[in-house]
């Protein structure tokens, strides 16, 4: 399974990024939990209550963030979060459902990142 297991984190992007300095990629992974964890809970809170503004603006900065690090399909999640901030609360949920799973996957690879080192 090991071998054809698809990454959550474009490796060869990471690396452009941090060129070899793993504390950098370090300070980057913290600074993207940290700030995903953030807007994961106003997404969260923005759906409970009804706002469409909130959820744009914590979808839009999550998926700044999840493209800039090369976790790309937490990027296209959250671009269909932002895209669609009219969403009734039960298809929000959903893509919280899908944003939830694939931070873990992204954060799993950054424990296997971490581990290479």
């Known amino acids: 399974m090991e071998g054809n297991s698809k990454q959550a ?44 503004n909130s959820w744009y603006m914590a979808s839009h900065a999550f998926k700044g963030a999840s493209a800039s690090i090369g976790a790309f399909d937490l990027a296209n999640i959250l ?20 944003i939830n799973a694939e931070f873990q996957l992204v954060l ?3 424990n296997e990142i971490n581990a290479q080192k």
């Open 79 to 98: 671009e269909r979060a932002q895209k669609n901030p009219e969403e009734n609360s039960v298809k929000k949920s959903e893509l919280l459902e899908m």
């Open 9 to 52: 984190i474009d490796i060869d992007f990471l690396s452009s990024i941090v060129d070899g300095d793993k504390n950098f990629e370090q300070e980057l992974f913290d600074i993207f939990i940290d700030n995903a964890k953030r807007n994961i809970q106003k997404m969260t809170e923005a759906n409970l209550a009804s706002d469409n």
């Open 108 to 110: 799993q690879s950054m």
